[in-house]
Each structure stands twice: as structure tokens, then as C-alpha cells.
């Protein structure tokens, strides 16, 4: 399994994080996230993301970011899932949404697109989706290889940055961190960069 970074909100998610070491191989995981006070907010945004990926991410290839109620408003999170994608150099990318949350994101609905028409059932997304899910992360959910047309549907394995159920994830751990390790090397238009009103370290109250 390739070395992999978990982002989390350590009040909320912190058991969760646990079980994932405890299931997979600890070794495998890069045990660290950034606090309050570990960086200078002053420092360019570029020597900011270097540091985030040199003295957190280390040498991980994958970051997973597990989801619940409030991780979206997290600004280490939303900061350290934008250094994960800096330079030229990206990780792999997915997240892990809590079973109860990841129900009320996605209504089951079933294909109806005249130029489709092929009845499979799909995950439409409901309006806590965009409140819940981090920006990049919702982002990269949409950008799918060599440009293709997320329209009328596409699943997991055509999104850049995936996004599982945690149930899921838990019992399928290393088939999920080795299709995101994959997508590194597939041809992706990803974005980098958090959105203006994105809270981060350096804008904590997203203005």
C-alpha cells in the first residue's frame, strides 16, 4: 500500500482516523497534521505550501480526508489538501465521509438523459453536498481524465479525487489509495488551488 497522509478534524474525526491505522498497516500512514502556531500565516503562500508538504506530508503519494459534520469549515484541512495538490507533483486524492453524513449528501435517483438512457441508478448530490464536502475535494470530484464531460453521470473510478462511504473505504482500504496512487500518472486538469472564500491558515475566516 503507498504512503499515505489522512486529513482530519482531530475534535471530530479522531476515531475514525484510528481505526483506519489500526485496520490497515500503521507504517503505511504519515502520523502527523498541522496546528495552530506550526506556521508562519505572514510567510508567501508558495513557501507555505512547500513547508505543509516537506515537514507534514513527507513522502506520502496519497491524502485521504475524512468528512464529517464541520470538516469543510477546517482551515488546516482545506490547506493541507491544497499542499498535497501543489507544484508538479500532486498526490493522489480522496475522501472518506462518515456513514450517517454521506446518506444525507447523495438521493438515489435513476438516469433519465435523452442521450444516455441507460436507467443505472446514481448519486445525486443534495444541497448539504456543497456545505459538507471540502472545496477541493468537491472540485476534483468534477474533473475527470483528459477533460471528459462529468454529464449525464460518472462513478468513482472516472473522478479524480473519489469519494467513499466510510464503510466502504474500511473494508476496501487498499483497492482505494492504490486507484487514487494510479491517477497521478492519468491526464487530469486538476485544481489546486482553494477558492477565495475557502477558510484556510492563512484566512481563517474566509474572506
Avoid at 516537506?54 to 499542499?83: H, M, W
Avoid at 475522501?95 to 454521506?102: A, I, P, S, T
Avoid at 446518506?103 to 448539504?128: A, F, H
Amino acid at each position: 500500500m503507498h504512503k499515505t497522509f489522512i486529513s482530519y478534524h482531530h475534535a471530530k474525526e479522531q476515531k475514525l482516523k484510528d481505526d483506519i491505522i489500526t485496520r490497515g498497516s500503521g507504517e503505511n500512514f504519515v502520523d502527523k497534521s498541522v496546528k495552530d502556531g506550526d506556521i508562519d500565516t505572514n510567510l508567501p503562500e508558495e513557501t507555505i505550501m512547500r513547508k505543509i508538504r516537506k515537514d507534514f506530508l513527507g513522502d506520502s503519494t496519497v491524502v485521504v480526508v475524512l468528512i464529517g459534520e464541520e470538516t469543510a469549515n477546517r482551515p488546516f484541512v482545506n490547506s493541507e489538501i491544497q499542499a498535497a495538490l501543489w507544484g508538479e507533483n500532486p498526490t493522489g486524492l480522496f475522501g472518506v465521509v462518515r456513514d450517517e453524513l454521506y446518506d444525507r449528501l447523495y438521493s438515489s435517483s435513476t438516469c433519465t438523459d435523452p442521450e444516455c438512457g441507460c436507467g443505472i441508478s446514481l448519486r445525486t448530490k443534495t444541497y448539504e453536498y456543497t456545505e459538507k464536502v471540502p472545496y477541493l475535494v468537491r472540485e476534483n470530484n468534477l474533473r475527470l481524465e483528459d477533460g471528459k464531460s462529468t454529464s449525464p453521470h460518472y462513478d468513482n473510478s472516472d473522478a479524480y479525487c473519489a469519494i467513499y462511504k466510510y464503510s466502504y473505504f474500511i473494508d476496501n482500504m487498499e483497492k482505494c489509495i492504490d486507484e487514487s496512487f494510479d491517477k497521478r500518472e492519468k491526464n487530469f486538469d486538476i485544481k489546486k488551488r482553494n477558492g477565495s472564500g475557502v477558510k484556510t491558515i492563512t484566512n481563517p475566516w474566509g474572506f
